[in-house]
């Protein structure tokens, strides 16, 4: 089972940027899935985004809100999953979730949680106007 531990949560003020980092268990990324979802009390789960490792390439996929805004990194060295937020908003206050899973084909990773089987507590990110 793939263990993941979120970290650098915190609050910030709107337009500020804060990274998140993802540390996991797993020795390699290859026949992995790694994605951020984000839960606000009351409202569904979210993806935010993914990189999907198939062996030969790394497939990524970010959600609409996050385009131009959010990016994630795979350290490979350290094994950690990271998600890079710049231009915060109000609306992006969260807890962001790190998820892993395995690769199962296709042309990207995917956004929804049931492709994901293992999953971390979660960081709380508070951006304030």
């Known amino acids: 089972e793939v263990q993941l531990v979120e970290s650098g949560g915190r609050s910030v003020q709107a337009g500020g940027s804060l990274r998140l980092s993802c540390a996991t268990s797993?020795?390699?990324?290859?026949?992995?899935?790694i994605a951020w979802f984000r839960r606000v009390p009351g409202k569904d789960r979210e993806a935010v985004g993914c990189?999907?490792?198939?062996?030969?390439?790394?497939?990524?996929t970010m959600a609409d809100f996050a385009l131009a805004r959010f990016y994630v990194h795979a350290n490979h060295n350290k094994m950690t999953f990271d998600l890079e937020m710049t231009a915060l908003k109000p609306e992006d206050t969260a807890a962001y979730v790190c998820?892993?899973?395995?690769?199962?084909?296709?042309?990207?990773?995917?956004?929804?949680?049931?492709?994901?089987?293992?999953w971390g507590q979660g960081t709380q990110v508070t951006v304030s106007s």
């Open positions: 998820a892993a899973g395995s690769w199962r084909g296709g042309h990207t990773c995917p956004l929804i949680a049931s492709a994901y089987d293992h």
């Open positions: 797993a020795l390699k990324f290859d026949g992995l899935n």
């Open positions: 990189t999907g490792f198939d062996g030969e390439f790394a497939r990524e």
